[in-house]
């Protein structure tokens, strides 16, 4: 069994910073591709950023210039540095990570999602 476990999220003035934190936990062999997810009152899922085990991020176009993913591999943790932040960016946020379970020769993978974390920026 694998488990994500965001924290860090919480309340902050518009311009303001949070940085969240999402550690993986269980039997886990390697992982792949780290994600950032958020979701907003009636509004859909959205990918924010993404990040390769070799470091090549992706973000969405709002937050470019103002979001940081980065992750420390040895530590199964993916964390998401938000800077600037604007009422728009008042959502829950998700990990999601493609994670190898098991040892050799027997591995198996999934795409596991974190229970979310609550940002809200007020204005």
């Known amino acids: 069994q694998v488990q994500l476990v965001e924290s860090g999220g919480g309340l902050v003035q518009a311009g303001g910073s949070l940085r969240l934190s999402c550690a993986a936990s269980g039997s886990i062999f390697s992982i792949s591709a780290m994600r950032w997810y958020r979701q907003a009152p009636a509004k859909q899922r959205e990918l924010v950023a993404a990040?390769?085990?070799?470091?090549?991020?992706n973000y969405v176009d709002s937050v470019k210039g103002r979001f940081t993913i980065s992750r420390d591999n040895a530590k199964n943790t993916v964390y998401l540095q938000m800077n600037s932040l604007k009422s728009e960016d008042t959502a829950v946020y998700y990990c999601?990570?493609?994670?190898?379970?098991?040892?050799?020769?027997?591995?198996?993978?999934?795409?596991?999602w974190g229970q979310g974390t609550q940002v809200t920026v007020s204005s």
């Open positions: 990040i390769t085990v070799g470091g090549n991020t």
């Open positions: 999601n990570a493609d994670i190898f379970t098991g040892r050799l020769p027997t591995v198996s993978f999934s795409t596991t």
